[in-house]
């Protein structure tokens, strides 16, 4: 199973992050991102978008990290990461949107500017971290997880971008449970760590 | 069941859409958006982010569009639209993702600007629009519906904020498998229209 993979994406760590929690071997490989791999074929071919992670399962590839989270979780990782039931799925599910929209737009997008030069409008990527991150703070007041009271795939879609929220410049400190909550996703067994968290 | 429902959110509209194609019976509450209920107790207890749609049934409350169509679709609409194969539901998760974040962002965004008033960057969200459209276009090119061969509710979230995009300006003559597309949901068993599409 192989991960078309850029090690300082936090999209891609998103995968890389649960494999080593779930214990699933991946095979990655990475991608010369500057010299511009992912828009030429062959990976082209395999990600029209042209972008990072791609997984390549047999004959199945998936683009989006939260797709493959569900994909991995829910073929090998164990329904403790990914239930059968569609209502305990859909508690996730709100989650995998957050991180598909809310963080991605606004830490993720911060840092994009400020680690990569990304030519977004700096202003609105820190209004909209200022939004999300004290409705996430205030979730996890009462929360030791965003999801189903245990760890799932919402916390490794979640965590990457918020833990790497200081590379664009968004402090966590005025967030004290989503520093709590980013000690306990540490703590667990298997957890890896990516530059920057 | 509830649904809190605003009729001009392509949003809630998404859910409208899918409970219709899947005759599941729906209380519609409708709320007063412009008065801001949704922004007050009771019903930014059940939604602490203050959007709408929310879902209630039974216990069970759901925010994000996406998450309820999960919900919905894996409790009471049957395998054809949510299977229970986790690789076919990461094939509708990428596109669950991508009507979170491109779409929403996108044409959705753009509609909220001109239909709304909404103070966000009219240019970005059309160069958004310019960057998603062309890449579903291509998807429906070679295939009939989003996900898995057949209508599921891949489409089902994508479809709304894409047929209302001339709302926001953008106009989808450039898209012929779109437009196709388009005709294939109006024409499926059960369809509602909403305002604009």
Redesign the interface.
Known sequence: MKLYDLELSGNCYKVRLFAALANIPLDVVPVDFLGGEHKRPPLIALN??GELPILV?GE?V???S???L??L???YGGAAW?P????L???I??W???A??EI??GPASARLVDKFGYPL?KP?TLARSAHILP?LD??LATHDWLALGRPTIADCAVYPYVALAPEGGVELAPYPHILRWIDRVKALPGYLAMPGT
Chains 1, 2 share one sequence.
């Open positions: 029209p978008w399962d199945r998936l683009r989006d939260q797709a493959i569900v994909h979780a829910g073929t990914w059968s039931a569609p209502h799925q859909a508690e599910v709100q995998l949107s957050t598909a929209n991605q737009n409008d609105t409705l205030a979730h």
